[in-house]
């Protein structure tokens, strides 16, 4: 890999055997996420349909850069043939975090699935990370949606 103004530094503290064994790594070199690992200390959970379950990374982070944040994605396999996805829709790892990378999966499907020991289970991204500057106001600039919510601008 070559250096770029778009390259990002990011310390990795190895917290279990098997996150150290198995590394940190990219699936191809244009993947855009990280693929993190179950490091569970059995060598399979068994998640029930409509359920959850924590699964430990096995890997702490220091992003080296304030203005970045990492996100945590379902694996698109994962979610797509067996139902398994992030649980909150997307974790988020701010920068200044520094305890382990938990991944909560859920079972979307109407079956249980197992996640075996060092399964890739999520994909980590960094993407820059905004702190707004509030400022409260008692009006705001007027547009054509206005406050139309879900369905407003209708479905084709």
């Known amino acids: 890999m070559t250096a770029s103004a778009t390259e990002l530094h990011v310390k990795v503290k190895y917290l279990r055997p098997l996150a ?3 590394g940190l790594s990219y699936a191809t070199p244009h993947s ?3 693929d993190l690992r179950a490091c569970l200390d059995e060598p399979f959970v068994d998640v029930p349909a409509g359920g959850r379950v924590k699964v430990p990374a096995g890997i702490a ?3 080296l850069a304030p ?5 945590v994605f379902s694996r698109s396999g994962l979610g797509a043939k067996d139902g398994l996805t992030v649980a909150q829709g997307v974790g988020l790892i701010d920068p200044d975090y520094r305890g382990e990378i938990l991944v909560w999966l859920l079972n979307t499907s109407d079956g249980a699935r197992r996640i075996e020991r060092g399964q890739r289970v999520a994909q980590l ?17 007027e547009t054509d949606r ?3 919510g879900f369905g407003h601008t209708g479905s084709t």
Do not use: K
């Open 67 to 71: 203005d970045v944040a990492g996100f």
């Open 125 to 141: 991204v960094f993407l820059p990370s905004f702190q707004a500057r509030i400022l409260p106001a008692r009006d705001l600039t």
């Open 146 to 148: 206005g406050a139309g």
């Open 61 to 63: 982070i220091e992003i």
């Open 32 to 34: 855009a996420g990280l």
């Open 20 to 22: 150290e064994e198995l």
